[in-house]
């Protein structure tokens, strides 16, 4: 048998591939690109994927090592998804080893068997006819099958199908039993589209022009545009043409009311794939995608790595979402990959978003990509009313401002729901000593530690560092210490007191724990009543309260001045997102926006004129400053317990990035070409606007280009000069390209 060695990508760090000898007696003609192996690595044993054969190797043979097993026979990483992971790794400056880790479940990176994940289900026999059935029920399981082919014994037993009815039919051979992957139920009623207004129609009509081939196009669409309802349209023409659909939504927009929208409206398996899931399920629904069963995928970040063999059409709503950028691992955006994707594969994507990301909305402003815009709300509903309050100088019962207490009281004594928004969960974001000006601080970052009262204690929103509340204070020992400031705990105890006749719910990370509590109090909600609603963004997104029909935002000031250069974005942002929970169905809403700064020129040119004005006077700034997405970013981080050494790392890529300039200016000297604006603009090292968290120092160095290629250029030769400097083992460091947060 010829020499020959498999290459393989492991899930480590380092940013290479790994040469293994083949398993004992396997030919080169055994190993395809990526299948799965298990190979060992210095003590571990990993699974790695094949990248591919070759005769050669750069590893001396004494030091190779034949790999442990070959999992597969067939790739369980097909070949498109295997091209834009190399892409990944390439334009993320990471592992490839590592973004294949990421794109596949977890049960597949652990080495079980795609068959694991098999369950009974029950299929129509190819020639079976209805026999004499007795008895409701029968029938009716009967009815199922001939509506689709295929049901899940679990499915059919949780819709109240018995063992004994489904061997009944089974013994009259109208129905057999096999194990093999579960597809998700259909429903059994379909409901019908609405009919589109003129904005909507166009929006359609458009953006199907060019269903069969790559086109990204933005839908701007007012919140409560009906958005929603032009995706589902434009799916329903996807699907016609037999293609399957990827939409991809924030992490906590994936509610049932979404779900159950989009489940009513086509008689196609749709499935699933978000945090809620388990290993199990997740595994399901990737192959249920993969062998084409899924003809939709809903999905959150992540779900844009799973396979789809006749994927036609990419929707990502609520595009501007800081939920489809990971911060951590693998910094990568889920829009920018989904784009990607799409044109890789020839297949149109629609992002739609009420306040638009300045990055997509430039690239829509240019041309790049088409812009279809929804000005008005569907149906009847009108544009909430919005009113900046300003409570300078104004006496402020439990935070909120007199006549804002009163406006709430009648939209609650009309029957209506109030939605507080206060973007900060716990009791008090301080607890302090009124005698020595004491403040509990968390050991480990330079930051405050909140103050909850369910269950009592102080917690540092940083690092989880917790502890139990002092009787007195610790450095004066006086007892007279107290609670400064609100969250979202404290406004909902006070307003039980302010509004005893009525339901305060509150909602945020701690009152809402987990997906199944969060699905009930959504229905809670949707069952109407008057209520008060206190919570964070989580209230905000996406959600179609039909009854709540007046918004308070309490804290909007802190977002107005930050040191982030998208501070302004955001929080316009965010307040239209919560905003736009108001008056959504007949009744029209109101948003009383409380602040001291209510001449804040950007606050109210938003108000006034409305998110597209202010993103267009935004987007003039950042042209005069050179900044994203006028210029491209990338962010060098590092950390360590020794302030030091995080920015002596710094400094020396600093000083690399700037010899490497000056290198290849002159080699663009020598071989005559035109000495581009190859300009890079460096700032920094220096330390994180939090400098401390959790026990390490954080140092930054910003690198804007004016070229995304001269970007890159400089990226990938400083992750291989930090990947060699000795000395710094105990720096952690990473760059982070197109960086969402700059703080
Ligand atoms: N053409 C239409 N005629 C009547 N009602 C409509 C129409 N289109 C949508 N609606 C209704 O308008 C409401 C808001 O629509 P939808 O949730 O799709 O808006 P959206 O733009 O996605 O909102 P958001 O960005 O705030 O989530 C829904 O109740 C929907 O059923
Ligand atoms: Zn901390």
């Keep these: 048998m010829p020499f020959f060695v498999v290459t393989i990508a492991l899930p480590v760090p380092l940013r290479r591939l790994f040469d293994y000898l083949p398993a004992a007696n396997e030919n080169a003609g055994c190993y395809q690109p990526g299948q799965r192996v298990r190979v060992e690595f210095g003590r571990q044993v990993l699974t790695g994927i094949v990248i591919g054969c070759h005769e050669h190797t750069d590893v001396p043979h004494n030091k190779l090592k034949p790999l442990l097993q070959r999992l597969d026979d067939e790739p369980v990483v097909d070949e498109p998804t295997l091209q834009l992971c190399q892409w990944l790794a390439g334009y993320y400056h990471h592992s490839l080893g590592e973004v294949l880790e990421l794109a596949l479940p977890v049960m597949l990176r652990r080495g079980c068997e795609l068959s694991e994940v098999d369950e ?29 082919s295929q049901w899940s014994h679990k499915e059919l037993t949780s819709q109240g199908y018995s063992q004994a009815q489904l061997k009944r039919l089974a013994e009259l051979g109208l129905i057999s039993p096999r194990q093999q992957l579960p597809v998700p139920a259909i429903a059994t009623t379909i409901a019908d589209p609405l009919p589109l207004n003129d904005e909507q129609h166009k929006a359609l009509q458009q953006i199907s022009q060019h269903l069969g081939s790559f086109k990204p196009s933005l839908l701007e669409g007012v919140t409560g545009s009906g958005k929603t309802e032009v995706y589902l349209q434009l799916i329903s023409k996807a699907l016609a043409t037999g293609k399957q659909v990827l939409v991809l939504v924030p992490e906590i927009g994936l509610t049932p009311q979404t779900v159950g929208r989009f489940r009513a409206r086509f008689d196609v398996p749709v499935a699933l794939l978000h945090s809620g899931l388990n290993d199990r399920e997740r595994l399901q629904g990737w192959r249920q995608c993969k062998e084409g069963k899924a003809r939709i995928l809903i999905g959150t970040r992540s779900a844009v790595f799973t396979p789809m063999p006749d994927l036609g059409l990419i929707i990502l709503d609520e595009e501007h979402d800081a939920s489809f950028k990971q911060q951590d691992g693998l910094r990568y955006s889920a829009r920018d990959f ?42 009847n509903a009108r544009p909430p009313a919005m009113k900046l309050h300003s409570i300078l100088h104004q006496p402020l019962t439990a935070g909120f401002a007199q006549p804002v207490l009163a406006k709430m009281q009648q939209h609650l004594q009309a029957g209506k729901q109030v939605l507080v928004f206060i973007n900060r969960r716990g009791f008090a974001p301080l607890l302090a000593c009124r005698q020595c000006g004491w403040m509990a601080e968390c050991r480990r970052c330079d930051a405050r530690l909140t103050l909850h009262q369910s269950p009592a204690h102080l917690h540092c929103h940083h690092c989880d560092f917790q502890q139990g509340i002092p009787g007195h204070c610790p450095s004066c020992h006086s007892p007279d210490i107290e609670p400064i400031g609100q969250g979202t705990e404290r406004i909902e105890q006070q307003l039980k007191q302010l509004f005893a006749d009525f339901p305060v719910r509150r909602v945020d990370r701690d009152s809402v724990r987990n997906k199944q509590a969060f699905d009930q109090l959504f229905d809670d909600i949707h069952n109407g009543g008057p209520c008060i609603l206190v919570g964070t963004q989580m209230l905000a997104k996406g959600h179609h309260f039909p009854d709540v029909t007046m918004v308070t935002i309490l804290d909007s000031d802190s977002g107005l001045f930050s040191a ?31 602040t001291l700064y209510a001449d804040h020129p950007q606050l109210n040119l938003l108000l006034d004129n409305g998110y597209h004005a202010l993103a267009l ?16 970013m990338a962010l060098l981080r590092s950390e360590c317990e020794d302030r030091n050494q995080a920015q002596q790392l710094l400094q020396l890529a600093r000083d690399f990035i700037q010899q490497f300039q000056r290198h290849h200016h002159q080699q663009h000297d020598r071989q005559g070409l035109q000495l581009k604006q190859q300009g890079l603009n460096l700032l920094g090292p220096f330390p994180a606007i939090m400098e401390r968290r959790n026990g390490r120092f954080r140092q930054q160095l910003q690198i804007f280009a004016n070229e995304r290629s001269a970007l890159h250029r400089v990226a990938e030769a400083l992750v291989q000069f930090l990947e060699q400097q000795k000395g710094f083992n105990r720096v952690r460091w990473h760059l982070d390209i197109d960086p969402l947060d700059t703080l």
Excluded at 129 to 138: F, N, P
Excluded at 570 to 592: D, F, K
């Design 120 to 148: 009974k289900v029950w299929l129509r026999q190819p020639d079976a006819h209805s026999a004499d059935l007795k008895g409701e029920k029968q029938r009716a399981l009967w009815q199922l099958f001939q509506q689709h």
């Design 338 to 379: 989904a784009l990607v994707r799409a044109s890789k594969t020839g297949v149109p994507v629609l992002l739609g978003s009420a306040t638009p990301s300045l990055e997509t909305l430039h690239n829509a402003l240019s041309g790049k990509y088409l812009h279809l815009k929804l000005l008005r709300r569907a149906g």
């Design 564 to 594: 982030d250069f998208r501070g302004m974005e955001h929080s316009a942002q965010l307040i239209l997102q919560v905003a736009g929970r108001a008056g959504r169905a007949e009744s029209p809403g109101e948003v009383w926006i409380q």
């Design 617 to 632: 006077s935004l987007l003039q700034q950042r042209n005069q400053q050179q900044l994203p997405p006028y210029s491209f």
